[in-house]
């Protein structure tokens, strides 16, 4: 990965390689951790975090949804991922914030376990690759279902959960594919196992609702609401697994991986197999101009980076 030469720590900028953590970190045994996965873009206005407060609220609310209250306000974290990005010198990155129990007890009662929060910025391209915008990609459904409500807490970004994103993460990719797609425990059509995922059929736009166990994306949030201002129809409901073979496009979306189309699942391919029919074309236009600053009506969207000024 490109490195970037400095991390916020608890407060502070550390060096990059001095960022670390004693093994017996709670959050490294027992997967108590909060994180986010943000991105900043140049725009015309410069430099500017995409939905930053959304990011840092979900934060937030993912870390009290563990028992876990931050030693930071969500202002105090703005501030910090500011200097951070200012004092990399970045003009584009991703950024990941990240809370977790530290190191001092042991045991799985976490809430004697002191809070550390890391802020790590970074160039990263795109998630599944710079041509995965353009030619779309291969994906299978997993056979492995995403965590269910009734033992985890699905809308928690949780460090922990991530495992069941990583087991579907590599049987897909060991099966020669390039993203999986998981089922939730009842059996219908869920996410990606880092994206959410939308069919369009017949000129919907349908995909899952918060009931099917999805975490509820930012990039969700923000397509539903430009497809929406684009005189689209979207429809929120359960998807039967046949549904993602009968569409006419299917498509991804999430801060790192963006707008991905999807030109084939299980072998079956989409549509007329064209990579991105017009719909997810539109919307993948729309996005990356509101993700860049191009477009007027979702400048609100923007959090600009302030670098300060030199002194002189
Ligand atoms: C499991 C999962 N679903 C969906 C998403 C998309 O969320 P967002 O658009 O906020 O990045 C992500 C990425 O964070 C994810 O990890």
Redesign the pocket.
């Given at each position: 990965m490109e490195q970037a030469d400095l991390i916020w720590h608890n407060g502070e900028l550390v060096a990059w390689e001095d960022a670390k953590v004693h093994v017996l970190t709670h959050g490294l045994h027992y997967g108590t951790g909060v994180f986010?996965?943000?991105r900043a873009y140049e725009t015309p206005q410069g430099t500017a975090i995409f939905r930053h407060h959304d990011?840092l609220a979900?934060l937030l609310k993912s870390a009290e949804l563990y028992y876990m209250p931050l030693p930071y306000t969500l202002e105090e974290l703005r501030a910090a991922t500011h200097e951070l990005i200012a004092a990399n010198g970045l003009t584009q990155c991703y950024i990941r914030p990240i809370a977790f129990r530290g190191y001092g007890q042991m045991g799985l009662y976490p809430l004697d376990c002191e809070v550390s929060v890391s802020i790590a910025a970074w160039p990263w391209g795109a998630y599944l690759g710079e041509e995965s915008k353009v030619e779309g990609i291969r994906a299978k459904v997993s056979s492995w279902r995403?965590i269910s409500a009734d033992s985890l807490i699905?809308q928690s970004?949780a460090s922990g959960?991530?495992l069941n994103?990583v087991l579907a993460k590599v049987e897909a990719s060991k099966a020669g594919y390039q993203e999986a797609i998981l089922l939730d425990s009842r059996g219908f059509v869920c996410?990606?196992?880092?994206?959410?995922i939308y069919v369009v059929r017949d000129g919907q736009i349908i995909t899952p609702p918060a009931t099917a166990s999805?975490?509820?994306?930012?990039?969700?949030?923000?397509i539903l609401t430009i497809a929406r201002d684009l005189g689209r129809e979207v429809v929120q409901r359960d998807l039967a697994r046949a549904e993602l073979y009968l569409a006419d496009e299917v498509f991804l979306?999430?801060?790192?991986?963006e707008l991905v189309p999807v030109r084939e699942i299980d072998d079956h391919i989409i549509g007329d197999g064209d990579a991105g029919g017009p719909v997810t074309r539109e919307l993948q236009r729309v996005y990356d101009d509101a993700l860049h600053g191009r477009d007027a009506r979702y400048t609100e969207w923007l959090d600009v980076v302030k670098v300060p000024s030199k002194a002189v």
């Open positions: 986010e996965g943000e990011h979900r995403r699905p970004k959960q991530y994103s996410e990606g196992s880092g994206e959410n999805i975490l509820d994306g930012i990039s969700r949030q923000s979306s999430g801060t790192a991986a």
